[in-house]
C-alpha cells in the first residue's frame, strides 16, 4: 500500500488562501503600515501596526525584534524606557510601603499607650466614685501613723 502525500496547497488569486511565508515581504509591509499610520496620524502601537499590515501582534514580538523596537521607539518607548519607568515606579511604591509601615508601626504604639493611660483612668475614676458615694472609706489603711493623720488626737492618750 503506497504512503499517503502530503497535499499541496496552492496560493488562490482571490485572495482566501493562506498567503506563503515570505520575511522580507511581510517586513515591508510592516514598514509601509507604519508609514501610513504616521501620515493618517493615527495612533501608533504594535497593534495597530499589525492589523495593518494583516499579521497577529505577536508576529511583531517574537519573529521581528528590529521592527518593534522602531515602532516602540516612534512610539517614545523602547524597552529599556518601559523597564526603567516600571523600577522607579516600584521602588516609589516600595518607599510609599515602607512609610506606611512605619505610620503603623508607630500608631500601634500610641494605640498601646493609651489604652494603658484609659484603664488606669478608669481605674481611678471607680474608686473616686466609689469615694463619692461612701462605699469606700478613705483613711489611712495598710499605712503607719506618724500621729499627723485624721484620727491622730484619737489616739492620744
Known amino acids: 500500500m503506497p504512503k499517503a502525500q502530503p497535499a499541496k496547497t496552492v496560493a488562490n488569486s482571490d485572495g482566501n488562501a493562506p498567503r506563503r511565508r515570505d520575511r ?7 514598514k509601509l503600515a507604519l508609514l501610513r ?4 496620524g493615527k495612533k501608533v502601537t504594535l497593534k495597530a501596526v499589525a492589523e495593518m499590515a494583516q499579521v497577529s501582534p505577536s508576529l511583531l514580538n517574537n519573529r521581528y525584534h528590529d521592527f518593534a523596537e ?3 521607539a516612534v512610539i517614545g518607548k523602547t ?15 516600595r518607599e510609599k510601603n515602607r512609610q506606611l509601615r512605619e ?10 499607650r493609651l489604652a494603658s493611660v484609659n484603664e488606669s483612668l478608669r481605674a481611678e475614676l471607680a474608686l473616686q ?16 501613723t506618724t500621729g499627723l493623720g485624721p484620727n491622730a488626737e484619737a489616739e492620744k492618750p
Not at 24 to 30: A, D, F, I, K, S
Not at 79 to 93: F, G, I, M
Open 24 to 30: 522580507e515581504r511581510t517586513l515591508r509591509e510592516l
Open 37 to 40: 499610520l504616521e501620515e493618517e
Open 70 to 72: 522602531q515602532v516602540r
Open 79 to 93: 524597552v529599556r524606557q518601559q523597564r526603567n519607568e516600571k523600577a522607579d515606579l516600584l521602588s516609589k511604591e
Open 103 to 112: 505610620l503603623v508601626d508607630s500608631q500601634l504604639a500610641e494605640i498601646t
Open 129 to 144: 466614685k466609689a469615694i463619692a458615694e461612701g462605699k469606700v472609706a478613705q483613711g489611712a489603711f495598710g499605712r503607719k
